[in-house]
């Protein structure tokens, strides 16, 4: 499944992307005949998740022998030979949709919502972003307040218990006449500058956007009401004729040049931290009247660019950090700036550290990645002896995003270089290893799936009320899954 919103142009209706019924594509943008459709889509679900080979059944078909059995394909470790292609196996999703954007965006937020907690199987689903743009040109880049709605499960069980894949998603349902096809509504906010990073906090009934540019400065906005707008077309209308979307109410150009870590805490409203490329990490705290006052002396301890921020879970004054430096430091804000740096990790990784993320359930435990393409697993009450608790070398480039799962202590996913995203579970162990095939003997056990099909994806984001679920972002667009692993 494909949401496609029209591209930005001038008017109102181009900006209201995709809720009506001229407006609703899916697998692929207008403009195509249905031949073409049907090649492209081949084309784009190749690789994604669990993959097969298949042989293309030219040659062997006429000469009557019979066809390859399919295989498991592993990304790094797997060749294909030149008769044989992907294929995606769709009965490994549950869930499964495709949304792309005029632009590439390269950071988001997944928002919670009123629609209520544990809907993973209450469909069809809803989700809310807001997403950062980095558009071809410079002067055209939005913050993206995105409703993805109408998203219908993508493989059905038998009453055998088999996954079976349904081939007419995108048709009105035959018993209740309502259209599966997912929609996409999305509100657009002028943004100075390529968005490096954003992220989103609920604040007194309002939702403020902390957003990094590349033009060195974060920006503080508002976009209560640009969500709001984003729940129907006749809104988003309304919203663009009015010509309602809001300015930043509050500007940082503290920071010597443009940056990419930063973070609100999850225990202490407003506490933000923002991180750029010349080391320096300021604390932003709130004040009377809505405003924001940072300290401009910058904590003390990177030499390098500082690339990921994550806030404890459970205090509202301690702060990780990771950096090009190759180090990840523990800073507690309470004390002087130069001296707030209480504990290091050198050599965190043999080259830079990319990200972070502090475990919400489990609070002694951390994760980090790094260009070396390792995932590292740390505890805290050990975190002075400088030794991860454990190492999966996995992926065959850096990784881009880490996050664990907001509600399972045990379960993480990773997102890389090498285009895929990929699902964990520290809990579980290999029973046999005689049973397992080939490649996957040499899997770590506590791999449970590769998500694949994207290009140079950036970060992916468990949704915090919908268990299970995953939305990804690559510079080929938006993926919504979830897998029959977690």
């Known amino acids: 499944m494909t949401l496609v919103p029209k591209k930005d142009q001038e008017d109102e209706d181009e900006l209201s992307s995709c809720t009506s019924d001229e407006d609703e594509m899916i697998d692929e943008p207008q403009g195509r005949d249905e031949d073409e459709e049907e090649d492209e889509d081949e084309e784009e679900e190749e690789g994604e998740g669990d993959t097969v080979m298949e042989n293309d059944g030219g040659d062997e078909e006429e000469d009557g022998a019979a066809p390859k059995e399919k295989e498991v394909f592993v990304p790094g470790r797997s060749t294909l030979a030149e ?61 993206l307040c995105i409703k993805m709605w109408n998203l219908h499960r993508t493989s059905s069980k038998t009453e055998a218990g088999d996954s079976e894949d349904e081939e007419d998603d995108d048709i009105d349902d035959d018993d209740t006449g309502v259209s599966k096809k997912p929609r996409l509504n999305v509100v657009h906010v002028p943004h100075s500058g390529e968005v490096n990073r954003v992220r989103v906090q609920d604040l007194n009934d309002r939702r403020i956007c902390a957003s990094w540019s590349d033009n060195g400065s974060v920006y503080l906005t508002d976009l209560t009401d640009a969500l709001k707008a984003s729940e129907k077309q006749e809104l988003i209308s309304q919203f663009v004729r009015n010509k309602a979307a809001p300015k930043p109410f509050f500007k940082f150009s503290g920071h010597p040049t443009e940056g990419f870590g930063m973070d609100w805490s999850p225990v202490a409203p407003g506490l933000l931290a923002t991180g750029d490329c010349a080391k320096n990490i300021h604390v932003w705290r709130p ?44 800073f ?17 990784h043999s080259s830079d550290v990319n990200v972070i993320s502090w475990n919400r359930t489990d609070q002694a435990f951390l994760l980090s990645g790094g260009d070396d393409g390792a995932i590292k697993i740390w505890d805290f009450r050990q975190f002075k002896s400088g030794k991860p608790v454990t190492t999966f070398k996995f992926h065959g480039a850096p990784i881009t995003s880490v996050e664990w799962h907001p509600s399972d202590s045990s379960v993480f996913t990773a997102s890389s270089e090498d285009d895929c995203v990929t699902l964990w579970d520290l809990g579980v162990e290999r029973d046999n290893i005689e049973a397992e095939e080939g490649t996957l003997r040499d899997l770590p056990p506590q791999l449970l799936f590769i998500h694949q099909g994207q290009k140079e994806v950036k970060e992916c984001h468990w949704h915090p009320q919908m268990p299970g679920v995953l939305v990804s972002t690559a510079y080929s667009g938006f993926n919504v899954f979830r897998t029959i692993s977690v």
Not at 119 to 132: F, K, M
Not at 335 to 343: D, E, Q, R
């Open 83 to 143: 008769d044989e292609e992907l294929v995606m196996d769709k009965s490994a999703y549950e869930l499964y949709h495709h949304a792309t954007t005029a632009d590439p965006c390269l950071s988001f937020s997944v928002l919670k919502d009123h629609l209520g907690d544990n809907r993973s199987d209450v469909y069809p689903l809803t989700t809310y972003l807001v997403a950062g743009t980095q558009a071809a040109r410079h002067g055209q880049n939005n913050l």
């Open 287 to 330: 004040s009377e009247g809505g405003r924001w006052k940072v300290d401009d002396r910058p904590l003390v301890g990177h030499t390098k660019s500082v690339e990921d921020i994550q806030w404890s879970p459970n205090e509202g004054t301690v702060l990780t950090s990771c950096s090009v430096d190759r180090t990840i430091r523990v």
């Open 332 to 348: 507690d804000i309470r004390a002087n700036p130069s001296k707030a740096c209480m504990l290091t990790v050198e050599n965190a």
